[in-house]
């Protein structure tokens, strides 16, 4: 067998062979930027990135395609101690590094030769499978041939083994489970491979890119003990980030730590989390240029202009006070920070989260989780999210608030990534003393200036969207958009600030993914107190008898014990809301005063009339926006409607699920705690979501029709009917060029935020 004598034929495999910048070793080839990186994006980064890549083959950038597979599964909800990280990038910088972690190629290590780099490379060989056993061009695939559930099997094939896969599953070539490459495309990849993969650095930044660059990095890199401890805040929080300016479009940064100075190569500083002690006595904050693709579960872009520069002086270096010494990295301090960043000013904080509150909250679903269906079924599947006014009285206390309670603050990150699978007791304990010290400071602040309004919420200064945001759950992942979509959500979350910055370091700062169940346990749960503590705060704003049925509501059969603030409505805030009522559904009302207040800070993308949506196509979209109960059940989680008019321009429309549940105060029974008849579909203008579960094509005069049908569904049945005439499936031969329309539709409206889709989520139905 051919695979049994590779190294006969070839020679040893050398891990350090792309560790070399290697070149086209057989003649011209196709260049890697300009033939070659458009395809990979197009064709294999749709499932092949992040955390969640099959065999965690990471196919963004050429580091992660040298660096190949790893059968080991980062998403683990059983493991009792934390596993070694494994980000690209990161955790190693060579391949043969990458080696040693137990990373195996999918490109050939042997001697370069046509024929070496075709029969002892595992993605040529599984992309030729494909041209050899395309599959069906209609229909579903069989499921005998194709598990696309979301925990399957990985069969994570070396090469030695490829010839034995292909006799086993002669379908499962690549693309899995997509249609296969067409032909001029594959002969490119295909003659590039036999090339050696040859590859060049990008192009240098422009000289004027050099010099923002420079001037950030200066404004990071202060000496004052002020600007050192600024800096540490900004760094914590926009790690995360896709950075960019606007004058070089297309390129990402991202912020992170260097053992040397602006103007030097930097050297990272490679920790689990980001306040993780650095090791040297200090650390220089860098903007170092993402080579890799953007893709949507992951991204999320800054932009780094003169304004924003100018708003982070006058928050945290233009106020008068002092910073008398620096805080350690002892975890128990740098996982909380309240302790860590005290001497910084409440309300420079508080702004500087606002300020993009989408990016913030984002972070919460696309930071170090890129998905997780524990991690997310502690949230609603549609809420909306205000703030408290950082201008407000309720704000002014923060200090007061903050310096009672500092002993209670603790986060589940202090057991740094491996805890006890009891741990999360103990925070509860802690939440009930922070909510006890925070009811006692409000009911003493109690005043007629002081009970809660809507009007007193932020509204960003009436020009800022980030005021009001709307949160989409679609089961294992989720967004967030700006603005309050659809009439009424499921429920309501008021943040202010010690409850914001707890949930970035619960969720982001403090999260690893590599981390055992116990962490992600206490995790979990302490996000459900936190949730439950934003949905009082807004609950406040209800008259006091109002309050607890709405509660009840929320929590229908909830089980176990609750703290009296979580359970008691009247408990946590005693005092009567500072709005005056008139009808007999006083929550009603109050998401019509919400609306109000935020309507001029509202997306224009909600309203299908501000976005060249003629006006019979609005009549159906909207009604495509009111199907509720049984039919909105039997859609999809998240589906993409491409319209295609009659002048051939395509328009997209993302229609979104929203499973409505008694309660989501518990981590296991979900299904049975689902509400079928309650779920709700929302119509909404562009792309909302990275995984999309169903893809349907429909002509503009089909409109009536398809709306129709959806309003019609009643089983599953019904659905296969509607995909049968409007849905492109994973068979379609129109699969590849719509998928290509879609992201050239979605670049075109959303330039900075379009990012490849991730359609290992794709139903097969």
Same mark, same amino acid.
């Given at each position: 067998?051919?695979?049994?004598?590779?190294?006969?034929?070839?020679?040893?495999?050398?891990?350090?062979?792309?560790?070399?910048?290697?070149?086209?070793?057989?003649?011209?080839?196709?260049?890697?930027?300009?033939?070659?990186?458009?395809?990979?994006?197009?064709?294999?980064?749709?499932?092949?990135?992040?955390?969640?890549?099959?065999?965690?083959?990471?196919?963004?950038?050429?580091?992660?395609?040298?660096?190949?597979?790893?059968?080991?599964?980062?998403?683990?909800?059983?493991?009792?101690?934390?596993?070694?990280?494994?980000?690209?990038?990161?955790?190693?910088?060579?391949?043969?590094?990458?080696?040693?972690?137990?990373?195996?190629?999918?490109?050939?290590?042997?001697?370069?030769?046509?024929?070496?780099?075709?029969?002892?490379?595992?993605?040529?060989?599984?992309?030729?499978?494909?041209?050899?056993?395309?599959?069906?061009?209609?229909?579903?695939?069989?499921?005998?041939?194709?598990?696309?559930?979301?925990?399957?099997?990985?069969?994570?094939?070396?090469?030695?083994?490829?010839?034995?896969?292909?006799?086993?599953?002669?379908?499962?070539?690549?693309?899995?489970?997509?249609?296969?490459?067409?032909?001029?495309?594959?002969?490119? =990849?295909?003659? %590039?491979?036999? &090339?050696?993969?040859?590859?060049?650095?990008?192009? +240098?930044?422009? !000289? #004027?890119?050099? *010099?923002?660059?420079?001037?950030?990095?200066?404004?990071?890199?202060?000496?004052?003990?002020?600007?050192?401890?600024?800096?540490?805040?900004?760094?914590?929080?926009?790690?995360?980030?896709?950075?960019?300016?606007?004058?070089?479009?297309?390129?990402?940064?991202?912020?992170?730590?260097?053992?040397?100075?602006?103007?030097?190569?930097?050297?990272?500083?490679?920790?689990?989390?980001?306040?993780?002690?650095?090791?040297?006595?200090?650390?220089?904050?860098?903007?170092?240029?993402?080579?890799?693709?953007?893709?949507?579960?992951?991204?999320?872009?800054?932009?780094?202009?003169?304004?924003?520069?100018?708003? =982070?002086?006058? %928050?945290?270096? &233009?106020?008068?006070?002092?910073?008398?010494?620096? +805080?350690?990295? !002892? #975890?128990?301090? *740098?996982?909380?920070?309240?302790?860590?960043?005290?001497?910084?000013?409440?309300?420079?904080?508080?702004?500087?989260?606002?300020?993009?509150?989408?990016?913030?909250?984002?972070?919460?679903?696309?930071?170090?989780?890129?998905?997780?269906?524990?991690?997310?079924?502690?949230?609603?599947?549609?809420?909306?999210?205000?703030?408290?006014?950082?201008?407000?009285?309720?704000?002014?206390?923060?200090?007061?608030?903050?310096?009672?309670?500092?002993?209670?603050?603790?986060?589940?990150?202090?057991?740094?990534?491996?805890?006890?699978?009891?741990?999360?007791?103990?925070?509860?304990?802690?939440?009930?003393?922070? =909510?006890?010290?925070?009811?006692?400071?409000?009911?003493?602040?109690?005043?007629?200036?002081?009970?809660?309004?809507?009007?007193?919420?932020?509204?960003?200064?009436?020009?800022?969207?980030?005021?009001?945001?709307?949160?989409?759950?679609?089961?294992?992942?989720?967004?967030?958009?700006?603005?309050?979509?659809?009439?009424?959500?499921?429920?309501?979350?008021?943040?202010?600030?010690?409850?914001?910055?707890?949930?970035?370091?619960?969720?982001?700062?403090?999260?690893?993914?590599?981390?055992?169940?116990?962490?992600?346990?206490?995790?979990?749960?302490?996000?459900?107190?936190?949730?439950?503590?934003?949905?009082?705060?807004?609950?406040?704003?209800?008259?006091?008898?109002?309050?607890?049925?709405?509660?009840?509501?929320?929590?229908?059969?909830?089980?176990?014990?609750?703290?009296?603030?979580?359970?008691?409505?009247?408990?946590?805030?005693?005092?009567?809301?500072?709005?005056?009522?008139?009808?007999?559904?006083?929550?009603?009302?109050?998401?019509?005063?919400?609306?109000?207040?935020?309507?001029?800070?509202?997306?224009?993308?909600?309203?299908?009339?501000?976005?060249?949506?003629?006006?019979?196509?609005?009549?159906?979209?909207?009604?495509?926006?009111?199907?509720?109960?049984?039919?909105?059940?039997?859609?999809?989680?998240?589906?993409?409607?491409?319209?295609?008019?009659?002048?051939?321009?395509?328009?997209?429309?993302?229609?979104?699920?929203?499973?409505?549940?008694?309660?989501?105060?518990?981590?296991?029974?979900?299904?049975?705690?689902?509400?079928?008849?309650?779920?709700?579909?929302?119509?909404?203008?562009?792309?909302?979501?990275?995984?999309?579960?169903?893809?349907?094509?429909?002509?503009?005069?089909?409109?009536?029709?398809?709306?129709?049908?959806?309003?019609?569904?009643?089983?599953?049945?019904?659905?296969?009917?509607?995909?049968?005439?409007?849905?492109?499936?994973?068979?379609?031969?129109?699969?590849?060029?719509?998928?290509?329309?879609?992201?050239?539709?979605?670049?075109?409206?959303?330039?900075?935020?379009?990012?490849?889709?991730?359609?290992?989520?794709?139903?097969?139905?």
């Amino acid at each position: 067998m051919i695979s049994l004598h590779l190294d006969d034929r070839f020679g040893v495999a050398d891990p350090a062979r792309f560790d070399r910048l290697p070149v086209a070793a057989n003649g011209p080839s196709p260049d890697y930027w300009r033939d070659v990186r458009p395809l990979l994006d197009q064709r294999c980064v749709s499932c092949h990135a992040c955390y969640d890549a099959p065999c965690q083959l990471n196919l963004a950038s050429y580091a992660g395609l040298t660096r190949g597979a790893n059968p080991e599964v980062v998403y683990s909800s059983t493991r009792l101690l934390a596993a070694q990280p494994t980000r690209l990038g990161v955790d190693a910088q060579t391949t043969v590094a990458w080696r040693q972690m137990g990373f195996f190629p999918v490109l050939n290590e042997r001697q370069s030769t046509p024929e070496a780099n075709r029969t002892a490379g595992v993605m040529h060989r599984l992309l030729s499978l494909k041209q050899q056993n395309p599959g069906p061009e209609a229909g579903a695939l069989p499921e005998r041939d194709f598990d696309f559930s979301l925990d399957r099997t990985q069969v994570c094939v070396r090469a030695e083994g490829v010839d034995e896969y292909a006799r086993q599953h002669p379908q499962r070539g690549m693309p899995f489970g997509l249609p296969a490459l067409p032909a001029a495309e594959h002969a490119t =990849l295909s003659k %590039w491979l036999e &090339a050696g993969a040859p590859y060049t650095p990008p192009a +240098p930044l422009p !000289a #004027a890119i050099r *010099a923002k660059v420079g001037e950030w990095e200066q404004f990071l890199n202060g000496d004052s003990l002020k600007e050192q401890l600024a800096a540490r805040y900004i760094y914590e929080h926009w790690y995360i980030g896709h950075l960019y300016f606007d004058e070089l479009p297309g390129v990402f940064f991202e912020l992170v730590r260097s053992r040397t100075p602006s103007g030097v190569p930097i050297e990272r500083v490679v920790t689990r989390r980001p306040y993780d002690d650095p090791g040297i006595e200090r650390v220089y904050y860098r903007l170092q240029r993402l080579e890799a693709t953007a893709v949507a579960k992951t991204h999320m872009p800054l932009k780094l202009d003169a304004e924003r520069l100018s708003r =982070l002086r006058g %928050w945290f270096l &233009a106020p008068n006070y002092r910073v008398e010494q620096l +805080p350690g990295y !002892a #975890a128990e301090v *740098a996982s909380n920070p309240f302790v860590t960043f005290r001497a910084l000013p409440v309300e420079a904080r508080y702004r500087f989260m606002l300020d993009e509150a989408q990016f913030t909250l984002m972070g919460f679903m696309k930071g170090p989780v890129c998905r997780g269906q524990v991690a997310l079924n502690v949230i609603n599947d549609h809420f909306w999210v205000v703030f408290v006014n950082p201008d407000s009285k309720e704000n002014r206390l923060m200090d007061a608030m903050l310096d009672a309670a500092m002993p209670a603050l603790r986060l589940p990150a202090e057991h740094e990534s491996t805890a006890g699978l009891l741990a999360w007791r103990d925070y509860a304990t802690l939440e009930n003393r922070y =909510l006890e010290s925070k009811s006692k400071v409000l009911a003493q602040s109690a005043s007629k200036d002081f009970l809660p309004h809507v009007n007193k919420l932020w509204n960003g200064e009436g020009r800022n969207p980030n005021a009001a945001l709307t949160v989409f759950r679609h089961f294992d992942s989720a967004s967030v958009v700006r603005g309050l979509a659809g009439e009424k959500p499921q429920t309501t979350l008021l943040l202010g600030y010690p409850l914001l910055e707890r949930m970035h370091y619960l969720l982001v700062a403090g999260f690893d993914v590599y981390g055992n169940l116990g962490h992600q346990v206490a995790t979990r749960l302490y996000m459900d107190f936190l949730r439950m503590e934003g949905e009082l705060n807004f609950l406040t704003l209800l008259p006091l008898q109002a309050r607890q049925p709405v509660l009840d509501h929320w929590y229908r059969g909830r089980n176990g014990a609750h703290s009296r603030y979580f359970s008691d409505a009247a408990a946590y805030f005693s005092q009567e809301s500072g709005m005056r009522f008139r009808s007999a559904k006083p929550l009603d009302e109050l998401y019509q005063a919400l609306l109000q207040r935020m309507a001029p800070v509202r997306e224009a993308s909600l309203d299908w009339a501000a976005n060249g949506w003629s006006r019979p196509e609005v009549v159906h979209l909207r009604r495509l926006g009111a199907v509720a109960g049984i039919a909105a059940s039997v859609m999809p989680e998240n589906s993409l409607l491409a319209v295609r008019r009659a002048d051939r321009s395509l328009h997209l429309v993302s229609l979104v699920r929203n499973s409505a549940h008694s309660n989501v105060a518990e981590i296991i029974r979900e299904s049975k705690r689902r509400l079928p008849e309650e779920d709700t579909l929302l119509a909404l203008d562009g792309v909302v979501g990275a995984y999309p579960n169903a893809i349907y094509a429909v002509d503009a005069a089909e409109l009536p029709n398809f709306t129709d049908l959806v309003a019609g569904l009643k089983r599953e049945d019904d659905l296969v009917r509607l995909t049968e005439r409007y849905g492109v499936r994973r068979s379609d031969p129109r699969f590849w060029p719509l998928s290509d329309a879609i992201h050239a539709e979605w670049r075109r409206i959303a330039p900075r935020e379009a990012a490849i889709l991730d359609y290992s989520r794709l139903e097969n139905r």
